[in-house]
């Protein structure tokens, strides 16, 4: 055998394995988008879940702002039932007009607690799809690198695995999405 058909024939080996190599890093691939594309889910909501927090926030500061009211206005009408009035009609026309604003401030109190508390439940439910976006992240990442040492080692077993570790980051990504 003369040196260059050696050459010859060593060509042909490395690239046979490298087209043996193709779905590998086809898949690798196909899996780094799917990384990219978690990890902008994951940002998005985590994101949704801080702006569910700050307008719980804010729900819950005109929940205490209508609470204060209230109290207030109780405290001034338990006052003015104990203190002598000359004007005794003018004392129970201001009287009723603390009643009418306790009776509308309790509705109002209901609703703004209501509220709060239903934003509270978008903000959990955010941060629990925002977790399922991160490990799946991981996943996916993981996924990612134990399939590349299948290119450096050229032994399949590697890249099983990855497509085990990218599958399953792939079924979180979709539970997120089913997450009520």
């Known amino acids: 055998m003369e040196p260059n058909e050696v050459e010859e024939l060593k060509e042909h080996a490395e690239h046979g394995s490298e087209s043996a190599m193709r779905p ?3 898949t690798m691939s196909v899996v780094a988008v799917l990384v990219a594309v978690t990890t902008v889910l994951g940002h ?4 949704e879940a801080v702006l569910n ?3 719980a926030t804010d729900q819950w ?3 205490q702002d ?5 109290n207030d206005t109780a405290l001034a009408a338990d006052l003015l039932s104990v203190v002598t009035v000359e ?4 004392a129970k026309k201001i009287a009723k007009g603390y009643a009418d604003h306790q009776q509308k401030w309790a509705k109002e109190l209901a609703d703004a607690e209501e509220k709060a508390r239903d934003l509270e439940k978008e903000v959990r439910h955010a941060e629990r ?4 976006f991160d490990l799946s992240e991981a996943l996916l990442e993981i996924g990612l690198v134990v399939s590349s040492v299948t290119l450096l080692t050229k032994m399949r077993f590697y890249w099983y695995v990855g497509m085990v570790f990218s599958l399953a980051g792939v079924a979180l990504v979709v539970s997120a999405f089913l997450l009520r």
Do not use: C, G, M
Request: hydrophobic share 25%; charged share 40%; glycine share 0%.
């Open 66 to 70: 209508k609470k204060i009211l209230s």
């Open 87 to 90: 004007d005794k009609e003018a």
């Open 53 to 55: 927090q700050n307008r």
């Open 24 to 26: 590998v890093a086809f």
């Open 44 to 47: 998005r909501t985590h994101t």
């Open 129 to 132: 799809k925002a977790d399922r």
């Open 61 to 63: 500061n005109y929940y």
